[in-house]
Structure formats: structure tokens, C-alpha cells
């Protein structure tokens, strides 16, 4: 979102005011883009307060395009985009679940909101096929990457001395601490490797509710070259540390879209393994610049991560491979650009069309 809203920055025509509904911005840099932001904190997840004060708004900025972000967003979007006839951009479906029913949130949230919605946004074409989205209304526009982020990176030599890692090699996960990634997975292979070689430090990095059940675990096994960074906001500048860049999912609870982290991971020019689900595939091709393994496969993950550090060869040219899919379909010029032509067209009320991934 903040890439997008940097980008429009960028385009003449366009007025943006942001809302959210917490107090809490994760993303400090939103501040610093001169858009006006309105911050409606709810009491509790329904907080018809917020409701009212969103009709303000909008009756005040009349709209022409409402975009809501996240599903709880696209609850409180939908009434208001109706009464003021605003046109709404459900931009909700970030993930493509494996198993679809109605304990899933996400899917009665779009239920709900989908009747009000004029384009119901997905990052991934497996998002839109998971939630059985209908093809009038559905579009796709992948997560866009800035390559200014990654300009002027320290010497990754710098950064390794500055996290005390002395191995050769780096083989890096980045992802929450969540249920719905498979960091169990990736530390059974770190272990499996420490077992055998001593030329790979694992390091794992991120927040979330079992962080600290993971260190834990740790702490028995004591393995000096497997790590949990924890939350960073260095997050480039250790991937450029990496010898491979590491995704896993727990497909019984989750299914990724085009995840932002792959993104950074191949245009650092890092070779990627991920859990071989639909999202992912989208960016990673198996054998061409990354490989995608079976879920809870530790053999497998192992496997290949001594093919990529044994064969500098293989690493170097999934690396290329990676960064030029990113540069040509996954750029954050596209992103916006795309998102532009949407927003035209539903501003003269035209339909939208399906545009190329």
C-alpha cells in the first residue's frame, strides 16, 4: 500500500486521503508522503462509530473511488461506497487458501462485501480461482517491488561481521512466526545440515504469537549456527547476506498469493525455495530461478539447499533468472500503472478489464 501511494505521488490527475482504522501504523514511512491520513480506531471489530464517521467523510471528499485494503476494511467500505455511490475496489484477497469453506473469514467477509463491490482485487491469479471469484468482477494485479529500496545496500560482508556470522554461507527464511508458516520445516533441515556441515549459518526472521515458543525450542538444541533474528527492520540488508531465500507455508492453514518477500528475495538476485503451492508458483518456476518442494518435505528443503551452496553455478543463475522476472512483470512501475488505468476507467464509469499478468 505505501509503495502504491508513493507511486501516485508520482502521476498528475489523483487526490488520495488514507484511512485506518488503528492507531498502530506499521509503516511509518505513509507519514512522510504528504497524503492526508484519517485514523478511525474501533472499540471492538464492530464499532458502528466508525461507521458514521466514514459517511462523514465521505460525503465531505465525495469519492469517486473507494479502495479498501483488507477484508474488515471491505465490511465497512461497502455501505458507504453504496450510499454515496462511490465505486468500490475490494482489494481484500492477499492469500489463495487450499480448502475454501465458511470457517474461512476471509471467504464470508467476501460473501458479504462482494454484492457491493465494483472490482474484486487479488495479488495472484490463484487468489481469484481459491475464492471462486466471478470473472465480471475479478482482476489481478500482482505486488509490485521498488528497486530504489535495495540501492545503496552496505557490503553484505559488513552486515554478516555485524550479525557475528562467520559461516561461508547464509540460508535466510523471513515470514511471521504464525501457524500459517512452516518454520518447522526449516529448522528440522537447518538441523539435519548443522548435523553434517559447518559452512551454513540458518536464520530466521520475523515477529508473530510463536516467536517465542521457536526460541525455545532452540535453546535445547543448541546449535550455534541456526538463529532466530527476530523482528528487523534490516531487512534488505540481510537478505543481501543470503545464499538462499527461504519460503515455507503450512498449506492445512494457508496458501500465498505473490508473496513480498519472494519478490525481495529475487531482486536481491537471491535463489528461492518454497512450499510448492499455487501463489508461488506464479513467480517461482522449479528449476529455472528457484526450486518448490512438497509441504513438512525437511529431506527435500535440505536437498536442495546443498544443491544451491554446492554449485555456485546453479545460485548465480537462478539469481539473474529471478531478478529479471521481477523486473519484468513484478515492478512497482507496472503496479501503479496498472492500478492507474483501473482507477480511470471506474472514474469515467467504464468497466474494467483484465489486464495481462
Known sequence: MVELLRGFNKIDGFSNELVVLSDDIHYEEVRSLGIKIHI????????????????????????????????????????????????????????????????????????LTAPFSNVILANSLAGLRAFRVDDKKGLCIPNGFNFDRIDNLPDADDVKRSLDIRTQHVVGMIARFHREKDYSTFFKAAKLLCSERDDITFVAVGEGPDLESFRERLKSDSHANIRILGVSKRVEEIIQTFSVGVLLTDTRYHGEGIANVILEYMALERPV?????????????????????????????????????????????????????????????????????????????????????
Open 40 to 111: 478511525f480506531t474501533r472499540s471492538r471489530r464492530w464499532d458502528f462509530r466508525v461507521l458514521e464517521r466514514l459517511y462523514r467523510l465521505a460525503r465531505q471528499y465525495r469519492p469517486n473511488i473507494i479502495y479498501s485494503w483488507e477484508s474488515m476494511c471491505s465490511v465497512y467500505a461497502s455501505p458507504i461506497a453504496l450510499i454515496s455511490g462511490s465505486a468500490l475496489i475490494n482489494g481484500m484477497i492477499q492469500y489463495a487458501p487450499l480448502f475454501l469453506n465458511l470457517k474461512d473469514r476471509g471467504y464470508r467477509r467476501l460473501l
Open 273 to 357: 525455495i518454497a512450499t510448492d503451492v499455487a501463489g508461488n508458483r506464479e513467480i517461482v518456476k522449479d528449476g529455472e530461478n528457484g526450486f518448490l518442494i512438497p509441504f513438512g518435505d525437511e529431506t527435500a528443503l535440505a536437498l536442495r539447499i546443498r544443491e544451491i551452496v554446492d554449485r555456485s553455478d546453479i545460485g548465480s543463475a537462478f539469481g539473474r533468472a529471478g531478478r529479471a522476472v521481477v523486473e519484468q512483470k513484478f515492478g512497482i512501475e507496472q503496479m501503479v500503472q496498472k492500478h492507474a488505468e483501473l482507477f480511470r476507467r471506474l472514474a469515467n464509469g467504464n468497466r474494467a478489464l483484465s489486464f495481462e499478468v
